[in-house]
């Protein structure tokens, strides 16, 4: 039986990036190559300071590299302008962060709209698909919490909501589970791996968190600026500590 | 965004009601001592705008409307010469003693008018008829001569005597006029009767005042007369003018009024610019998040302008506003002085808008700086 033909969400070839540290420049990315397919949950795996988070902003345009190639949706973003690139984003990516970073003053049901608000969806219409979100993750009786009435697992809820609302191919995730106890970040995972994964969507998940890489399809490790491996079977994966 | 932009602002309580307490409490100040200092400076007018002339004849070295040099009688006859002069009166204005009944004094602003046709007359009567002056011993008394005899346990009203310079004065009319800038009630007579109660001196002319024919202008008619040697011809809008700056030139009373409103303008800037940039600051990590999910430059600083500008419109409201209300309260009184012409508010609005830009500017630049991959360190 012939597998279905993998579909290329997001490649990045040969990324090189570095920083200014006083006179001399530190790399964060020394040739960094990664391919991720649509339908997957690719997780970025690697001891702190291996370039995990640096990989995760060049793919998703926050961050600009010096060298290489990045395609997202066959996008090349590097020749892209910085406000084509925001656009793009605002339309295409939907963001977990590791600290969630809900606006304090605005309601779960509010936080969760405004990716909508920001593709140009008006407030009422954007808080009515955002209470929907809300309501398939679980948490549609907080939709008028604001974020320090919630828990930590509920915050993150929301901040899935807010990355699923405007229904975007590519989904970035930031140490999703890094401010969670280790039950609600299970928890956290299974929700998004139901909610999150579809055949035309695309979820990068950076952890260095060992007890999640089991919600993986694939796996790659990083070491030292570079994916070190891709492994497609993530119960063989075993990390060297 | 606009909206989640104000509801971030205004769910912030803590430093919202800051922020709008610090630009109320700024235009409050401003607009309240900038009141009255304008208010002020109306009274050193009020002789001006209460006698209401065209054109002011007084001595060549007169520099502003309440400093009287006395000129001789036959400088009336002189104005009446000139080209284009309609008519001409004499005036007289001078600082007397009146003496109540009860034995105690009082200084009082003893204003002349021209007997044949009372030029000059106090506009709003309160009581008695102002024809009636032409009476023996008749003088009309301001509102607040009335209410300063008042608190000396005399109540004022028709038929009353008191003296002025050992000569008696009978009041056949109360008036209401502006208040004059020392605060001395106005005593209302003829001219002649009013060099009766003044001292006997050489020269008691204190002023000419004249109109001018139609087609001539105030300005003009002011031109011809200061060609007479010895002689200043000031229409009544220069003269109100130059007293005002007389004021400011030749007294403390602007640095004092001055040094008030700059203070509202540090303290304001001071603290909207520095909660405003607190309120930006802490709110970068979510500011650094839309920017990641998309939101563009233009779309954060809108957000930004229209928070401070929010603050600054509400705080500004709020402060024009008890200004106002001090106003009320205190025009009842006529003291201290209020006048809040639309340049006050118009200026105390610059400043706000300033400050707001401030603000804005400080966030923004903070704003702009930001990295959207902040979120992800």
């Known amino acids: 039986m012939n597998e279905a033909p993998h579909r290329t969400a997001v490649r990045v070839e040969n990324v090189v990036k570095s920083f200014a540290a006083g006179d001399s420049r530190t790399f964060a990315l020394k040739g960094a190559t990664l391919e991720a397919r649509f339908g997957e949950l690719l997780m970025i795996v690697g001891p702190s300071g291996c370039g995990k988070t640096t990989l995760l902003s060049i ?81 549609g009786e907080k939709r008028e919490s604001y974020p320090n009435q919630l828990s930590g697992g509920q915050q993150q809820r929301v901040a899935i909501s807010r990355a ?23 928890k956290t995972m299974e929700l998004l791996k139901s909610s999150a994964l579809h055949p035309d969507r695309c979820v990068i998940v950076v952890s260095h968190d060992n007890r999640i890489y089991h919600f993986a399809d694939r796996i790659a490790e990083m070491e030292d600026g570079r994916v070190t491996g891709v492994f497609d079977d993530p119960k063989k994966y075993h990390p060297v500590l | 965004m606009l909206t989640i932009a104000l509801k971030m602002l205004f769910r912030d309580r803590a430093k919202y009601a800051m922020l709008v307490c610090g630009l109320a409490f700024c235009s409050l100040l401003m607009c309240q001592q900038s009141s009255v200092f304008c208010g002020l400076m109306m009274w050193t007018t009020a002789t001006v705008r209460n006698i209401g002339a065209p054109v002011w004849v007084v001595d060549a070295k007169v520099e502003q409307a309440n400093e009287v040099i006395p000129m001789r009688q036959i400088e009336v006859e002189r104005v009446r010469s000139v080209d284009g002069v309609a008519w001409a009166v004499p005036l007289y204005i001078g600082i007397e003693q009146a003496r109540l009944s009860d034995g105690s004094f009082q200084n009082v602003q003893l204003t002349g008018l021209d ?12 009581a008695g008829r102002i024809e009636d002056l032409r009476l023996p011993n008749a003088v009309v008394v301001d509102q607040v001569a009335v209410e300063k005899f008042r608190r000396k346990g005399i109540a ?30 106005y005593i209302y007579t003829t001219y002649d009767r009013a060099l009766e109660y003044a001292k006997p001196s050489r020269k008691q002319l204190s002023y000419v005042l004249a109109g001018p024919l139609p087609g001539v202008s105030d300005a003009e008619l002011a031109a011809r007369i200061g060609r007479l040697p010895g002689l200043r011809a000031i229409a009544k809008d220069d003269l109100f003018w130059l007293t005002v700056w007389w004021y400011i030139k030749n007294t403390g009373i602007p640095i004092s009024f001055g040094t008030v409103v700059l203070l509202g303008i540090i303290v304001g800037i001071a603290i909207a610019g520095q909660t405003f940039y607190l309120f930006v600051h802490d709110n970068l990590r979510y500011l650094a998040a839309l920017k990641a999910m998309g939101a563009r430059m233009p779309t954060l600083a809108t957000m930004v302008l229209l928070q401070a500008f929010s603050v600054g419109f509400i705080g500004y409201g709020i402060g024009v506003g008890l200004a106002a209300w001090f106003g009320n309260v205190v025009l009842a009184k006529e003291q201290p002085p209020f ?23 400080i966030g923004l630049a903070k704003v702009a700086r930001l990295e959207p991959a902040v979120v992800f360190r």
């Open chain 1, 59 to 139: 793919i998703c345009g926050t961050l600009n590299c010096d060298e290489g190639a990045v395609t997202v949706f066959d996008h090349d973003l590097r020749a892209m302008k910085d406000g084509a690139i925001t656009r793009f984003r605002c339309k295409n990516i939907g963001f977990i962060f590791q600290q969630f970073n809900l606006i304090p003053t605005l309601t779960a049901v509010e936080n969760a709209s405004v990716p909508l608000v920001l593709n140009g969806i008006r407030g009422p219409e954007a808080e009515r698909r955002a209470g929907e979100i809300l309501a398939e993750v679980g948490i």
């Open chain 2, 339 to 361: 006048f809040m012409p639309w340049q006050v508010p118009a200026f105390v609005a610059a400043v706000i808008i300033f400050i707001c830009s401030f603000s804005s500017l």
């Open chain 2, 156 to 185: 004022i009203q028709l038929g009353t005597s008191f003296e002025i310079n050992d000569k008696e004065a009978r009041v056949v009319g109360i008036c209401h006029v502006s208040r004059s800038f020392l605060g001395q009630p």
């Open chain 1, 164 to 186: 699923l609302v405007h229904e975007p191919r590519l989904i970035i995730c930031d140490e999703p589970t890094a401010s969670l106890d280790a039950a609600t970040g299970q």
């Open chain 2, 115 to 126: 007997t044949g046709t009372l030029t000059g007359r106090p506009m709003e009567m309160t």
